[in-house]
């Protein structure tokens, strides 16, 4: 039976990976954790490592985010050398990946088709790029610098995607919204990606052993009527009116008789800038647990209250009865293709001073 190859960088990436991994239970499927900034009580890994109901059959991982370039091209050539070797012994068919311009992913699709004819590569939404495409990929930089420097240095097995998901390695996409990916992928087979996540107890499952390994208890994110989802602490402050719109929806959730739970940035320096631990019936979240984690845990239909960023896009296909409510920063990157975006997906988009408004009673 044919093997899946499942590279993962991200929370999302394993997610995703978890969810598709068990809709085929009968196929053998390995999970690559590469680039992680740790290897040694990587929490990802070792949770996944000893989950009994665990989707994967085999769990590897790769150390990134090396410092130097020579320290750099001597881990990928470690990398590439561990790769090469599991890919000769297990000759997969389908190879995944959230991201195809991951020199890992390259590197593994060009050992697996050399092995065999009819591999195919798998591209897993991983949010913004997927529907208004990544613009830095027609810059001069991408298309010959940077592609040129990796032909060079790796080989001419590298090919520069003109966004992601779209290059030539991959032939599938799974994607959350497929009648709405960028131009570009829709060239590609697509298969929609929410099935793999609705009413999946394996995701549950995965997301409860996650988010209480991070210090949550499962049963109080289903309590929650509401939840904000907030941007880094800089855009709270600089933002006219965000932070006392933050304020005024907290006080007008609670005192509606919802609890409302508060996700702040992982960067920030101040742990809790709205000093939301001090109000009653607010429920600060571990930051350091990843927002789509949270999603499947969250009662039906809440309140979702965030920026311009992914995060919205996938509360939208991962809850798809929650309310979910963007704040608009004209400032932000792509703002204007992101509101397009938000309306066509049914995310409504309100200026700060007008966000009470939009919370349902």
Known sequence: ?????????????????????????STPACLWLIDQPIVENNPYFDLIKSWHNSPFSEVRISQGHIKGTKAKLANRKHVFAEIEQWVTRNEPGQLFTGNDRRIEFQYAMHCAT???SDVQGIYMDEGTFTYVGREASASFSDRIVDNWLKKLTYG?????????????????????????????LARKKLHPLQPAHTDN????DFCSLLVEH???????????????TLPHESIITKLDGYRDAMDSVMAEIINEGR????????????PDILQAENRAG?????????????????PPETTII????????????????????????????????????????????????????????
């Open 306 to 361: 965030g920026d311009l960023s992914s995060t919205l896009i996938n509360g939208r296909w991962l809850r798809p009865d929650a309310q979910i409510i963007s704040i608009k920063n004209p400032e932000a990157p792509l703002a204007s293709e992101f509101e397009h975006f938000f309306s066509r997906i049914g995310v409504t988009s309100v200026a700060a001073n007008e966000v009470s408004q939009g919370t349902p009673p």
């Open 114 to 116: 050399s092995k065999r």
């Open 214 to 228: 991070f210090g949550a208890d499962p049963q109080t994110l289903k309590d929650l009527g509401a939840v904000l």
């Open 201 to 204: 107890p394996t995701v549950r």
């Open 156 to 184: 001419f097995w590298w090919k520069n995607p003109p966004t992601i998901g779209a290059s030539q390695w991959i032939s599938d996409v799974y994607a959350a919204f497929p009648d709405l990916v960028h131009p570009l």
């Open 1 to 25: 039976m044919s093997q899946q190859l499942f590279l993962a960088s991200t929370p999302l990436h394993i997610l995703n990976s978890v969810a598709i991994a068990s809709q085929t239970p």
């Open 259 to 270: 609890k409302v739970g508060v996700k702040y940035h992982p960067r920030n320096t101040n």
């Open 282 to 298: 607010a429920y600060v979240i571990p930051h350091r647990i990843p927002f789509e984690a949270i999603l499947p845990l969250l």
